[in-house]
């Protein structure tokens, strides 16, 4: 998913989010990413169905300076890559949870 100049992609809390090989969520210059969830409804990024490994490509790569940018209250889970599950210049990450096979987040 590539998110265009000034777009902000925002995720709901309660989304579950199934990634494929070689997918993820790409944010460049002035776009945002905000995955907000709460304590009580998390926001899940995990495999599909079926997938044993999701590549050597980031999860989540987010290309700015800008502090646009918000990850909380996200579970991480089954993930099985090479990449970082999180690749960032500048964001705020918060009260995340990393379960297994998760290699990083930078």
């Known amino acids: 998913i590539g998110v265009p100049d ?5 995720i709901k809390p309660g989304t579950v989010l199934k990634f494929r ?3 993820g969520i ?3 210059s002035s776009a945002s990413l905000v995955a907000v969830g709460t304590p009580d409804s998390m926001i ?3 495999q599909a169905e079926g997938e044993t490994q999701l ?3 980031d999860i989540i790569t987010i290309r700015n300076h800008k502090d646009l940018s918000q ?3 996200v579970i991480f889970e089954n993930i099985r890559n090479y990449g970082n599950i999180i ?3 500048d964001a705020t990450i918060s009260n995340c949870i990393r ?4 290699i990083r987040i930078s």
Do not use: M
Not at 6 to 10: A, I, R
Not at 99 to 102: A, C, G, I, V, W
């Open 44 to 46: 899940v990024f995990t």
């Open 71 to 73: 990850i909380s209250y």
């Open 21 to 23: 090989s070689n997918t």
């Open 87 to 89: 690749f960032c210049d």
């Open 6 to 10: 000034g777009v902000t992609l925002t």
């Open 26 to 28: 790409s944010v460049t």
């Open 55 to 57: 590549g050597t490509e």
């Open 99 to 102: 379960n297994q096979y998760l």
